[in-house]
């Protein structure tokens, strides 16, 4: 299909780019939708979901489908490598009605695909960079071709070629921890909502996305890129653990080599606008986090919402943009920075200091984690 003009041209069919899609199409919006994969596949790991996405997802009129393809978690927990419990939180005492959800990443996809028209999104489509005017953008495209709208919206990750035109300097750093992330097949293990275990040789977590399906994830500190770590499959991994509780054992044991998943942990130095006159940056094209608060594709999904607000509530696209930008820059900061620093916590290697980090974490009560946690997870007015 050949498409040479469009009012809202929105780049990425990921999490962030399928949910605004979602949610201007209920301001009354039909935004067309831009994606580089030449077309969909139900790849990639789990996800979990805290209330605030599944709160969106229920403004949205999705909740339901994305709650059935996945699984509530009722519980989150943190263990020492011993076993030993560091914290513990019943979920379900957090002050909001919805759940937090762990989900397959291609099934998440799907519900969101499944509410956009099937001509919304042009697949093998990937910007290369754009010339923006006052009164519209011409996007030009890898295979040659270009196309114009009115007002452009990325969403196409953490290394967006449009947000480093509009920002050069803007940077994705290196968390200094790299990451396999798999699916394990397991019929009769025991799940007990959302695990962490910590130890000085990386962290290993674990939560259920399906019946008979566990999601899990493994970090260890190393250098960027590293070809040795890129090598490391599930015998590898289980070396390293091997002092770990035995439920990482059966993970990896249920896991096919060929389903384990490696990549760097990154994310991006916070940037200074997410406007840029008709041009919008959001979800991890305007602030990719690190991935221990799980909030990166929350607050993508939190961006959809609060863009479409924006845009019933101003005259013209500009301004909302520019509002969204206001409403949306200090909360996101936020949530990149204490990711971050969280991460590079939960990452010691010091056997002391291990310890003595996990008897401070063990002395927050219950209910003062309920209150951090509630000022991430709820959505805000
Ligand atoms: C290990 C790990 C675990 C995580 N766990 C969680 C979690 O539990 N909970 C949570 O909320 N978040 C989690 N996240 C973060 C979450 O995955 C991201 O925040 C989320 O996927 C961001 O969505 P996005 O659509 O902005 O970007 P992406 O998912 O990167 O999607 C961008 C899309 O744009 C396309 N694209 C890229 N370049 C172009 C181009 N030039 N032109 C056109 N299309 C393009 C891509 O193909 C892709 O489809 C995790 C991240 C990692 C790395």
């Given at each position: 299909?050949?498409?040479?003009?469009?009012?809202?041209?929105?780049?990425?069919?990921?999490i962030?780019?399928?949910s605004?899609?979602?949610?201007?199409?209920?301001?009354?919006?039909?935004?067309?939708?831009?994606?580089?994969?030449?077309?969909?596949?139900?790849?990639g790991a789990g996800i979990t979901l805290a209330s605030n996405a599944i709160e969106v997802f229920d403004r949205l009129g999705i909740a339901d489908e994305v709650i059935k393809e996945g699984l509530a978690v009722q519980r989150a927990s943190i263990?020492?490598?011993?076993?030993?419990?560091?914290s513990r939180v019943s979920l379900n005492k957090v002050a909001t009605k919805y759940p937090q959800v762990g989900i397959h990443r291609g099934a998440l996809h799907q519900v969101l695909?499944?509410?956009?028209?099937?001509?919304?999104?042009?697949?093998?489509?990937?910007?290369?960079?754009?010339?923006?005017?006052?009164?519209?953008?011409?996007?030009?495209?890898?295979?040659?071709?270009?196309?114009?709208?009115?007002?452009?919206?990325?969403?196409?990750?953490?290394?967006?070629?449009?947000?480093?035109?509009?920002?050069?300097?803007?940077?994705?750093?290196?968390?200094?921890?790299?990451?396999?992330?798999?699916i394990a097949e397991v019929s009769d293990f025991k799940l007990d909502g959302a695990v962490e275990?910590?130890?000085?040789?990386?962290?290993?977590g674990y939560v259920g996305v399906a019946p008979g399906r566990v999601y899990w994830f493994?970090?260890?500190?190393?250098?960027?890129?590293?070809?040795?770590?890129?090598?490391?499959?599930?015998?590898?991994?289980?070396?390293?653990?091997?002092?770990?509780?035995?439920e990482?054992?059966?993970l990896?044991?249920?896991?096919?080599?060929?389903?384990?998943?490696?990549?760097?942990?990154?994310?991006?130095?916070?940037?200074?606008?997410?406007?840029?006159?008709?041009?919008?940056?959001?979800?991890?094209?305007?602030?990719?986090?690190?991935p221990?608060m799980g909030q990166g594709a929350c607050q993508?999904i939190e961006?959809?919402?609060?863009?479409?607000?924006?845009?019933?509530?101003?005259?013209?696209?500009?301004?909302?943009?520019?509002?969204?930008?206001?409403?949306?820059?200090?909360?996101?900061?936020?949530?990149?920075?204490?990711?971050?620093?969280?991460?590079?916590?939960?990452?010691?290697?010091?056997?002391?200091?291990?310890?003595?980090?996990?008897?401070?974490?063990?002395?927050?009560?219950e209910?003062?984690t309920i209150?951090?946690m509630e000022?991430v997870i709820r959505l805000?007015?």
């Amino acid at each position: 299909m050949k498409i040479q003009k469009c009012d809202y041209l929105i780049l990425g069919a990921g999490i962030a780019g399928l949910s605004v899609a979602i949610a201007l199409k209920k301001a009354g919006i039909t935004a067309l939708v831009l994606e580089s994969a030449p077309a969909f596949k139900p790849l990639g790991a789990g996800i979990t979901l805290a209330s605030n996405a599944i709160e969106v997802f229920d403004r949205l009129g999705i909740a339901d489908e994305v709650i059935k393809e996945g699984l509530a978690v009722q519980r989150a927990s943190i263990l020492s490598a011993a076993g030993k419990t560091i914290s513990r939180v019943s979920l379900n005492k957090v002050a909001t009605k919805y759940p937090q959800v762990g989900i397959h990443r291609g099934a998440l996809h799907q519900v969101l695909l499944s509410h956009v028209d099937d001509q919304q999104v042009l697949w093998g489509k990937r910007s290369t960079r754009i010339e923006q005017k006052a009164d519209g953008i011409r996007v030009f495209l890898d295979d040659g071709d270009s196309l114009e709208c009115r007002w452009l919206i990325v969403a196409e990750g953490v290394h967006s070629p449009i947000r480093k035109q509009l920002l050069p300097h803007s940077k994705v750093r290196y968390a200094g921890y790299t990451c396999w992330r798999g699916i394990a097949e397991v019929s009769d293990f025991k799940l007990d909502g959302a695990v962490e275990i910590w130890g000085n040789k990386g962290r290993f977590g674990y939560v259920g996305v399906a019946p008979g399906r566990v999601y899990w994830f493994a970090t260890t500190n190393a250098p960027e890129k590293d070809p040795m770590r890129a090598a490391w499959k599930s015998k590898e991994l289980l070396e390293n653990y091997k002092n770990y509780p035995k439920e990482v054992g059966e993970l990896l044991r249920a896991t096919p080599d060929q389903a384990v998943l490696w990549n760097d942990i990154v994310d991006l130095d916070p940037i200074p606008h997410y406007a840029f006159g008709n041009v919008l940056l959001l979800g991890d094209a305007a602030h990719a986090t690190t991935p221990n608060m799980g909030q990166g594709a929350c607050q993508a999904i939190e961006d959809a919402w609060f863009l479409a607000q924006c845009l019933l509530q101003e005259k013209s696209p500009e301004p909302a943009f520019a509002l969204f930008e206001k409403l949306r820059l200090q909360r996101t900061h936020n949530i990149v920075n204490r990711s971050r620093t969280l991460g590079k916590i939960a990452q010691w290697e010091n056997k002391t200091a291990c310890a003595i980090r996990n008897y401070l974490f063990s002395r927050i009560s219950e209910k003062q984690t309920i209150r951090q946690m509630e000022k991430v997870i709820r959505l805000p007015d």
